[in-house]
């Protein structure tokens, strides 16, 4: 079956401790998305990357670090800088980054801190 | 920047009754999209409106596209518990990201 696959379900992070949420399609999409929600307030952009090799900020990345090694693949790094770190991560795909695309969302990491 | 505004925050239905959630940018968009997240999962497209004035139905749901493409809604008719979840509305200008509002949490007492 064709889909988004993040893991792990949960992860909990220590005072300090950088800690990394897998992305992987195998819809061969090019965009890919970290999506940040919280209670009440929606979903925020991160990061995102249109193609290979490349990534751009979303509204709140301070804290957060990716990387768009392969097509496949768009892991999420969450360090010790970013101070409020507890919420659901949502990664999604779309087929381009082009207007009218559709997001293909994963199934989600819940990150809380020890 | 641009900024979707969705209410109402939340909503408490008899199944049965009808639900409306509604949805305001502060710009004109392009295309609004409208995902449903079920409790405990993920956001799921629903549908997408790029037209002035533009309405949809699919089954007991009516999406409708303000003519001046700046609000959106979402209305639900005789509601069941299957429907019970989060519908947030996603606005786009131009090539710009996605903006999702805030969402819609529906509840309903069976």
């Known amino acids: 079956d064709g889909g988004i696959t993040q893991s792990p379900k949960y992860l909990f992070r220590k005072e300090g401790q950088n800690v990394t949420l897998s992305c992987e399609q195998n819809l061969n999409h090019d965009a890919m998305y970290w999506y940040r929600q919280d209670p009440g307030q929606g979903l925020r952009l991160i990061y995102y990357s249109q193609i290979v090799n490349d990534f751009q900020k979303g509204d709140i990345a301070e804290g957060y670090s990716v990387s768009r090694e392969k097509k496949e693949s768009f892991p999420l790094t969450v360090t010790s800088a970013q101070k409020n770190p507890t919420a659901f991560y949502l990664c999604?795909?779309?087929?381009?980054?082009?207007?009218?695309?559709?997001?293909?969302f994963g199934s989600g990491t819940q990150l809380s801190v020890l | 920047g641009q900024q979707v505004m969705q209410i109402p925050q939340y909503q408490h239905v008899q199944e049965g009754e009808d639900f409306t959630t509604y949805c305001n940018s502060s710009?004109?968009?392009?295309?609004i999209q409208w995902y449903k997240q079920r409790p405990g999962g993920h956001p799921v497209f629903l549908i997408q409106?790029?037209?002035?004035?533009e309405v949809k139905k699919q089954k007991r749901l009516t999406f409708q596209f303000g003519e001046a493409k700046k609000n959106s809604s979402l209305h639900i008719t005789a509601t069941q518990t299957t429907d019970v979840g989060t519908y947030f509305c996603?606005?786009?200008?131009?090539?710009?990201?996605?903006?999702f509002g805030q969402g819609t949490r529906l509840t309903i007492n069976p």
């Open positions: 710009t004109t968009l392009s295309n």
């Open positions: 409106l790029v037209k002035s004035g």
């Open positions: 999604a795909s779309s087929s381009t980054q082009s207007t009218n695309e559709k997001l293909f």
């Open positions: 996603a606005g786009q200008r131009g090539a710009q990201k996605l903006v």
